[in-house]
């Protein structure tokens, strides 16, 4: 009966992850369909084209402005009745009468205007334009270093899966471990061989295991879930890697600089936009020198232009004073390009430091591999000694169930250790990628 409702136990928990779909993938199944489908790149392409319109609006510096207007009036106004008519060319010598120009008759007039307007030297908009270029290039940098981050992240994810897997694997085959002592342990209870404390302490350990067991089968979920956040798809499927969670030499170097890394070019590129900005404001003191041009139409139904007239000319403005809103946003903008040039040092900064730390990461970690595997393999070996001298008699139950224990303690931290050496590697291989 005892074996009927371990047995049964054991089903139950095996088919535990059988709930949900499974699907098998691969590490570069996962990497194509994050930077094919992964909201945040997507989002981050949206604010590169946001800042890419912001230049295009940028070359109203340089481009003309043509508009086109057409108005229809109907008036008893003696100066609107008077220059309506003088603009339509229609003015005779009864129009002069003092009579009429004071209390005119009603005047429609109809016009049509095309009007140019053409920036010549505006040195502000210069320097603006060059902050928006500047920025735009800051911002497809950003894209480029998001997509190398979701690289990263989708690498430490699907190494999370291959670890959360390998636990289960690992406490599945301690769970059975254990249900086979609980039966030595009760063939030896019932022969009066085994006191009843020792009986209820191996029962511990099978319940023990059974809960080990059941975490790590949700974390087999939890991974899965962030996999399919990552590569936005649904969550409810459980993924099974396609790789074994093995130690994986990236090659990664000591020599590489951070230079040319997206980021850091992309936090250079925003302090010169603020350093573009600085420079625009300082350039509104300057006179700002503009041409224009219209061509008028007019007459007295619609549509029609039987007097026409142009305009062409050049206007020189200098605001000279407007108060104290041009010092304020000139010393506002130099120190706009202070602060940008600080958060640019103190990255330049950090972003060393975790590179160092990294980096001694990948050292630490690969110390600990072997080792690891050392101590897996002798408390596999002193496991299989105990368990025979178990059977004959000859080992407690506390020494075996503490054997058992140290086998599965010591698979899941030689496992952890590749996870970490993985992911060492894979944090230096990103913060030296350019």
């Known amino acids: 009966m005892k074996r009927i409702i371990i047995a049964i136990t054991l089903i139950c928990i095996q088919g535990s992850l059988l709930a949900q779909d499974q699907v098998k993938i691969s590490l570069e199944d996962v990497l194509a369909r994050v ?28 481009l003309p402005q043509i508009s086109v207007l057409h108005t229809g009036i109907a008036t008893t106004n003696p100066l609107m009745a008077f220059g ?9 010598q009864a129009d002069f009468n003092p009579d009429l120009l004071n209390d ?45 981050y979701l690289d990263f992240e989708a690498q430490k994810a699907f190494g999370q899966l291959q670890l959360a897997h390998r636990a289960v694997q690992v406490l599945e085959k301690a769970f059975e471990a254990a249900n086979a002592n609980l039966n030595m342990a009760q063939n030896s209870y019932d022969q009066g061989l085994l ?55 990236l090659g990664t170097t000591n020599d590489a600089s951070l230079e040319n890394r997206a980021d850091v070019k992309a936090m250079d590129l925003v302090s010169e936009a603020y350093k573009a900005n600085m420079k625009a404001e300082n350039m509104t003191f300057l006179p700002r020198l503009n041409a224009f041009a219209s061509y008028e139409m007019y007459d007295d139904q619609v549509f029609r232009a039987d007097a026409k007239g142009y305009i062409v000319g050049a206007s020189l403005s200098w605001d000279v004073f407007k108060g104290a809103q ?11 390009y202070e602060k940008a040039k600080q958060e640019y040092e103190q990255y330049v900064a950090k972003s060393t430091m975790e590179l160092q730390r990294a980096r001694r990461m990948v050292e630490d970690a690969q110390s600990r591999l072997q080792t690891s595997k050392l101590a897996m393999d002798q408390s596999e070996e002193s496991l299989r000694i ?30 952890q250790t590749i996870f970490e050496y993985n992911q060492a590697q894979s944090l230096v291989s990103f913060l030296t990628k350019e």
């Open 35 to 62: 930077q094919e489908s992964n909201a945040s790149i997507k989002v981050s392409e949206q604010e590169a084209k946001m800042a890419k319109y912001d230049y295009q609006f940028s070359s109203s510096i340089f």
């Open 84 to 92: 309506s008519k003088l603009n339509q060319a229609i003015l005779t």
């Open 104 to 148: 005119p008759d009603q005047v429609e007039n109809y016009a049509t205007k095309i009007s140019v307007e053409q920036p010549l030297i505006n040195l502000d908009g210069f320097y603006q334009r060059k902050a928006a270029k500047t920025t735009m290039e800051a911002m497809d940098l950003k894209a480029l270093r998001t997509r190398d």
């Open 195 to 249: 006191q009843k404390a020792d009986l209820l302490e191996v029962k511990v350990r099978v319940n023990e295991v059974e809960n080990q067991l059941n975490t790590a089968k949700s974390n087999v979920k939890n991974a899965s879930d962030y996999l399919a956040f990552l590569m936005n798809e649904q969550s409810n499927v459980v993924y099974q890697p396609s790789e074994e969670l093995l130690p994986v030499d």
């Open 326 to 336: 041009r010092f304020a946003k000139a010393g506002k903008s130099k120190t706009n």
């Open 386 to 415: 105990r368990t025979n001298r178990f059977k004959e008699g000859l080992e407690k139950t506390t020494d075996l169930l503490m054997a058992e224990a140290m086998y599965a303690e010591k698979q899941l931290a030689y496992y």
